[in-house]
């Protein structure tokens, strides 16, 4: 079935004619790590999932991992993507609109090669979208929107194609979360990270981040595709995935319910103090927790 639809591609592409739909990845023989399965998002639900931000995450069974990238595309993005075709992965990328207009060529490549793309607003302002004005931030989030979509689609719209949305920093704030939510958003925060704004190894990166998926089980992963560490760190990550038994699920747009599973009742976000440290104090009266000081 697969070596059919990839034959049909293939003549589209060289009659000129682009597909309706992404082409299928590559052929994987059990060697291979693979996409296990999909999840369908309900953007028309308004969730907000991630355990690091919210007391809730989408529901995983043991040893099922959802790899999320943010912050591209940049100049590492290629590896990425090699490195998931290879595997036979597929992620979701949370893009900046700044850099899908610079680089419209590689999120139509993402799209292509069966990925999901999402927006993390168009300009990652430093100063993140909590200390922006309402409408400054609404701005942004728009302008974002609509130039990921035209750079994968060739066109923008008033409904974004995907219901897909992480605030730059975590950074969300009351507000803004039910701006998203009337915009049939879900937003996404993470359940681990793999820290990779810091300067470290790919050796390094990868023992982090296994090391806390061994302790956490399972879970949404947050990674960066405009990381070299990260870029040169996946391959090796991908397999010990593989080795280590766990199974990579792809979340898509679809209809809902979402299965999503609720935090316990010892719930703390592991976010908001430190966004709340960074930014001075400034939380906001969410679903955040009580904001005490923690690691992460």
């Known amino acids: 079935m697969w070596s059919n639809r990839i034959c049909f591609f293939s003549i589209l592409a060289a009659l000129g004619a682009t597909p309706a739909a992404a082409a299928p990845l590559a052929s994987c023989g059990p060697e291979k790590l693979g996409t296990s399965r999909e999840i369908a998002i309900d953007g028309g639900e308004g969730l907000a999932v991630g355990l690091q931000s919210y007391p809730r995450t989408l529901a995983l069974s043991d040893h099922e991992v959802v790899l999320t990238f943010d912050d591209g595309p940049a100049p590492t993005t290629p590896l990425v993507l090699s490195a998931l075709k290879e595997q036979c992965v597929r992620a979701t990328f949370f893009i900046i609109g700044n850099n899908a207009s610079a680089n419209p060529a590689l999120v139509k490549r993402e799209v292509e090669e069966g990925h999901s793309v999402g927006y993390h607003s168009n300009s990652h302002p430093a100063r993140t979208l909590r200390l922006m004005s309402p409408e400054a931030a609404k701005?942004?989030?728009?302008?974002?929107?609509?130039?990921?979509?035209?750079?994968?689609?060739?066109?923008?719209?008033?409904?974004?194609?995907?219901?897909?949305?992480?605030?730059?920093?975590?950074?969300?704030?009351?507000?803004?979360?039910?701006?998203?939510?009337?915009?049939?958003?879900?937003?996404?925060?993470?359940?681990?990270?793999?820290?990779?704004?810091?300067?470290?190894?790919?050796?390094?990166?990868?023992?982090?981040?296994?090391?806390?998926?061994?302790?956490?089980?399972?879970?949404?992963?947050?990674?960066?595709?405009?990381?070299?560490?990260?870029?040169?760190?996946?391959?090796?990550?991908?397999?010990?995935?593989?080795?280590?038994?766990?199974?990579?699920?792809?979340?898509?747009?679809?209809?809902?319910?979402?299965?999503?599973?609720?935090?316990?009742?010892?719930?703390?976000?592991?976010?908001?103090?430190?966004?709340?440290?960074?930014?001075?104090?400034?939380?906001?009266?969410?679903?955040?927790?009580?904001?005490?000081?923690?690691?992460?």
């Open 139 to 296: 701005a942004d989030i728009e302008a974002g929107i609509a130039a990921v979509d035209k750079a994968a689609y060739g066109d923008a719209s008033a409904k974004q194609r995907t219901p897909f949305f992480r605030f730059p920093g975590f950074a969300d704030s009351p507000a803004l979360l039910d701006y998203l939510r009337g915009r049939g958003m879900t937003v996404f925060g993470s359940d681990l990270w793999a820290s990779d704004w810091r300067t470290m190894t790919p050796q390094a990166e990868l023992d982090l981040v296994m090391g806390r998926l061994e302790q956490a089980g399972k879970g949404i992963i947050l990674f960066h595709d405009s990381k070299a560490s990260t870029a040169k760190m996946l391959p090796d990550f991908l397999r010990a995935l593989k080795a280590k038994g766990f199974k990579v699920v792809h979340m898509v747009a679809g209809a809902g319910p979402t299965p999503v599973e609720k935090a316990g009742p010892d719930w703390k976000s592991t976010t908001e103090p430190i966004i709340a440290k960074t930014l001075g104090g400034k939380g906001p009266a969410s679903e955040h927790g009580n904001g005490e000081p923690e690691g992460r």
